[in-house]
């Protein structure tokens, strides 16, 4: 009798690519989460899940922070798992309230190490207004992790009657990205890999909810939000066509992709259209508050570079465009595998 | 010139004990933690974190999930994360609600092994009356994590006026255990050390919300409830004298320990005092409510053993005394470094 056990597939591996925002995880997330956990909160598919509570909106988001390196150019672990998952609330059109830590931490990891991370979650805390209520801490042996893994869940409130939704997309819509793109992913490619540029790249870790805000007191009838992480720009307006059913065409030469991260996208041979970013965003709105809309970002630090790339088509294949600066008009795919791994 | 670093001294370091409940964990939360993010609702001390929001009261906990064998006798870390959560939310008196996940998975990780975690906390869930309304998966290298890591956050709803917290003990109060102590702790070492019994530990794993909820109904008067985690009894006890400031003296003949557990604890050098569990609880009731309290835990399949083990004395030295079945007294002190690490 043989013993000649065979391989099984891949595919019933859990792969890198699994976790990196694009095809992989979106069939992940169907067939093996949405599957067994379905129930009608849960298929909001938005960052942050909305719900009635004693009368008011609650916004919940949960995140977990994988990133490597731990630091970086323009923040670190702990910063980024306050950013991100602020910005999640925010993306739900909600105001952060309260943030839940828990830490997963390697047995050898340097307690001075975590103590800096600590400090930088408490500042983002500080400059987010996000109150950390909970915490939780486990230690793994030596060699079962890597230094520190955080996950932070957010709890905010809706204090507006939109509903902040890709459902919510109208054909007409005007597209606008809050500013330049690619800086995060790039700064953590070359801090991997040891590329040296003129001046560093920083990465674009910040938290949007400032910025979005106001966006409700001028009563801009927001239809959607989304922040642009694992997959890029690329990945979410994929994300938003898919679930809204419509077409969506960008211009090339509006989106602004700073000129030493152009060059690593080169070198790297990465397209910055799916590269990460942490404190980027895009917002539609009706064409009609496009203006008032751009204006109230650029108030912001954030919002700045803010610009209209785009609009929605009121056609329903669930497709995305782009039209190059020369002028040709090309399909612009959810990313399939794993691009840059452990980004956030 | 000399080229000799120094090792920097162990206590820089984070060690296995860390995170094992202890006193070790106790000093980093204290030195690093509430140091940096000191704030009114962290400084509550106890499972959950109940604040007002709309003019109801929310309780809201965290914790990660590390256990190693990923699946034991009695369950998974799926259920685990489940029902380790949802206790929280009960040990602060809170109705259980809403559920968020967050997986950090190994790259190479079964996808089988995967879909049955799943479903074991879906299947948890529902026995917990409990919704799972977000998730996120992380994916990290090969050799990076250890299967996968779950982070459980639970949102609940506290439905009476009562405060229950280790400030609400009160000279007099009886202490109830809800059943026998030490299982989940033992079902993960002999698993782990290959060790076998006439029949198979089975951890004590289970939701207590169904068990506790009911006190509430009959109006009885809780000041303090607790789960036994990390730590066990004796950590657990440790905490509310400590919190509370009394002297609290239980007897060890009315601590039940399954014959089998006893065996094995001698066989491995553990107390079962400070051995892990994850279904049971120590209730606080004023002592003219006790029997009350007993008949009502009774009712509940996870409260059949219910038992008044000890009471809360006037002195106040922030001690646990047990008195032994001879009738000597001993102090208990809370767990000072690990003893089984990676338990929950």
């Known amino acids: 009798m ?25 069939q992940l997330i169907e067939k093996v989460f949405k599957k067994t956990f379905e129930n009608p909160l849960l298929a909001q598919n938005h960052d942050s899940t909305v719900l009635d509570f004693s009368g008011a909106r609650l916004a919940v988001t949960t995140d977990s922070y994988v990133i490597h390196p731990l630091f970086f150019p323009g923040g670190d672990i702990g910063s ?45 805390a500080e400059e987010s207004n996000i109150q950390i209520i909970a915490g939780d801490t486990k230690v793994v042996d030596r060699g079962k992790g890597d230094g520190v893994f955080i996950n932070t869940t957010g709890i905010g409130v809706v204090e507006h009657a939109l509903n902040i939704s890709p459902r919510s997309v109208q054909p007409g819509d005007a597209i606008i990205l809050s500013g330049d793109i690619g800086r995060h992913g790039i700064a953590i490619m070359a801090q991997r890999e040891g590329l040296q540029f003129e001046s560093t790249i920083e990465s674009d870790s910040a938290s949007l909810s400032a910025m979005i805000l106001p966006l409700f007191q001028k009563k801009i009838d927001v239809h959607c939000l989304r922040d642009l992480t694992r997959g890029g720009l690329a990945t979410a307006l994929n994300e938003i066509a898919q679930d809204s059913g419509f077409h969506i065409t960008i211009e090339e030469n509006e989106i602004r992709v700073e000129e030493q991260v152009r060059g690593a996208c080169e070198i790297l041979g990465l397209d910055p259209l799916y590269v990460a970013n942490e404190g980027r965003c895009i917002v539609f709105v009706p064409a009609e508050q496009a203006a008032e809309t751009l204006s109230t970002l650029r108030e912001h630090q954030q919002g700045r570079q803010a610009v209209a790339i785009g609009c929605v088509s009121e056609i329903q294949d669930k497709r995305v465009t782009l039209k190059s600066s020369l002028g040709t008009v090309r399909i612009i795919d959810m990313l399939s595998g794993e691009q840059l791994p452990r980004i956030c």
């Open 2 to 26: 043989f013993n000649c056990p065979i391989p099984k597939s891949d595919h019933e591996k859990i792969l890198l690519g699994h976790g990196s925002g694009g095809v992989l995880m979106h």
């Open 80 to 124: 980024l798992a306050v950013h991100g998952t602020v910005n999640d609330l925010a993306m739900s059109g909600a105001k952060p309230l309260y943030l839940t830590v828990g830490f997963i931490l390697e047995e050898g990891f340097a307690v001075e190490d975590l103590r800096r991370i600590v400090q930088s979650m408490q500042n983002a």
